[in-house]
Nanobody, 122 residues
Framework: QVQLVESGGGLVQAGGSLRLSCAAS????????MAWFRQAPGKEREFVAA????????NYADSVKGRFTISRDNAKNTVYLQMNSLKPEDTAVYYC???????????????WGQGTQVTVSS
């Protein structure tokens, strides 16, 4: 079973950028699709982006299209989320997840990281 650890969160001003990383343990990382979700206080967990096993296919939430980019490096067992033009409404805890498809549905992912806080000030 893979274990996931996120990093790279922090405080940034609106319009700024952050890059999140999610490091996976184990030798099966390339077997899984990977995704990023986020959860703001008082709200449900929300899909952000997903990437296929080889990285050739991606899926984005409409709210982040054109601003966020998901990528992966299977040699480093790491998935990334480059976030540009950040807005205050992007403030949330960001989680990476491993699954079997590039679905936007949280229940289709079997392994989750502990999350990293992203705060965007106005």
């Amino acid at each position: 079973q893979v274990q996931l650890v996120e990093s790279g969160g922090g405080l940034v001003q609106a319009g700024g950028s952050l890059r999140l990383s999610c490091a996976a343990s184990g030798r099966t990382f390339s077997s899984y699709t990977m995704a990023w979700f986020r959860q703001a206080p008082g709200k449900e967990r929300e899909f952000v982006a997903a990437i296929s096993r080889g990285g050739g296919s991606t899926n984005y939430a409409d709210s982040v299209k054109g601003r966020f980019t998901i990528s992966r490096d299977n040699a480093k067992n790491t998935v990334y989320l480059q976030m540009n033009s950040l807005k205050p409404e992007d403030t949330a805890v960001y989680y990476c997840a491993a699954g079997w498809s590039t679905s936007a549905r949280p229940y289709e992912y079997h392994t989750w990281g502990q999350g990293t806080q992203v705060t965007v000030s106005s």
